[in-house]
Nanobody, 124 residues
Framework: QVQLVESGGGLVQAGDSLRLSCTASGRTFSGYSMGWFRQPPGKERELAAAIDRNGGILYYVDSVKGRFTISRDNAKNTLYLQMNSLKPDDTAVYYC?????????????????WGQGTQVTVSS
């Protein structure tokens, strides 16, 4: 079993920055691909960014490219999402996820472990 706990969400203004963190416990963190998903109000959950077990970037959704950076610190069992130049369209619940079934990437099986989510609200 893996437990994932997100933190760092909040209410910010357009143009501000936030850094989300996701701390894992219960299983070897470093062996697995991880990702940040987000679910805007009334919309489906989408993959925002994904990273492989060694820190290699797998994916950014087009709408966050150049503004968001995913990273991980395997020694601290922590995944990060640095979000800069935030826009109102970035408003969503952000979920950290871990896959034991291969990499996280669009079209692949969904991850098997999820955090509880953290709300990010960007006002205009």
């Amino acid at each position: 079993q893996v437990q994932l706990v997100e933190s760092g969400g909040g209410l910010v203004q357009a143009g501000d920055s936030l850094r989300l963190s996701c701390t894992a416990s219960g299983r070897t963190f470093s062996g697995y691909s991880m990702g940040w998903f987000r679910q805007p109000p009334g919309k489906e959950r989408e993959l925002a960014a994904a990273i492989d077990r060694n820190g290699g970037i797998l994916y950014y959704v087009d709408s966050v490219k150049g503004r968001f950076t995913i990273s991980r610190d395997n020694a601290k069992n922590t995944l990060y999402l640095q979000m800069n130049s935030l826009k109102p369209d970035d408003t969503a619940v952000y979920y950290c996820a871990l896959s034991t079934n291969g990499i996280i990437f669009p079209g692949r099986s969904w991850p098997d472990y999820w955090g509880q989510g953290t709300q990010v609200t960007v006002s205009s």
